[in-house]
């Protein structure tokens, strides 16, 4: 996971490093090639650490590789945050997040690929996008801006639909992926029970320029 604060001592800063390189070699594993298999030594290698130092952080390959999930949702959930810091409207933060996620695998390739690879098995995790939009949807339903449906299906199927265009950006790069991220999220909307001239609308505001 994403380090809180910079350790105090030259061993520690030193582990975190050797750490941070694992992390880093297998997010590139996980968006390159998504093999898991590949071995401890060619991560090692890629990480450009020793072999024995995969050890003195993690106990498994599966181990890292959750830890590399973990590390890319944060890093994603931190950046639409701050792309949106301010906005308050919940159908606002759904249709300007499918937006910008889209504009992302272009602007962060590598770390799209990660949530494309691993982004299903994730959808329920604490850390990403998954928690904000369980905030949104929970504040848009308590504000009556959306129906009242149950929170965690209405994120599982807004992360869904949110993968699903992720690899429509990757697999069919002839397709506008911008205009499919708004046609998206105009659908997302709808669904969240947004009449549909609103969700037309509000999906088709210009995107937040704070970054």
Do not use: W
């Amino acid at each position: 996971m994403p380090s809180a604060a910079l350790p105090s001592n030259r061993f520690e800063r030193r582990r975190a490093a050797t750490r941070r390189a694992l992390v880093r070699a297998a997010r590139e594993i996980l968006a390159d090639t998504g093999d898991t298999g590949v071995s401890i030594q060619a991560i090692a290698e890629r990480a450009d650490v020793g072999f024995g130092s995969f050890y003195n952080h993690f106990e498994s390959k599966s181990e890292l590789f959750d830890a590399a999930v973990a590390d890319a949702l944060e890093e994603f959930g931190r950046a639409i945050d701050d792309r949106l810091h301010g906005v308050e409207d919940p159908a606002e933060l759904v249709a300007a997040g499918f937006q910008l996620s889209a504009r992302m695998t272009c602007s962060h390739p590598e770390l799209m690929q990660v949530l494309r690879r691993r982004g299903l098995g994730h959808l329920h995790s604490d850390l990403g996008l998954a928690p904000r939009a369980l905030r949104d949807v929970m504040r848009g339903i308590s504000s009556g801006r959306f129906a009242p449906v149950d929170p965690g299906v209405a994120v599982l199927a807004l992360g869904g639909t949110l993968l699903a265009l992720v690899e429509l950006r990757f697999s069919r790069p002839d397709i506008d992926g911008d205009a499919a991220a708004v046609d998206m999220a105009d659908m997302a909307l709808r669904m969240l029970g947004l009449p549909p001239e609103e969700a037309n609308e509000v999906a088709r505001r210009p995107l937040p320029s704070t970054v």
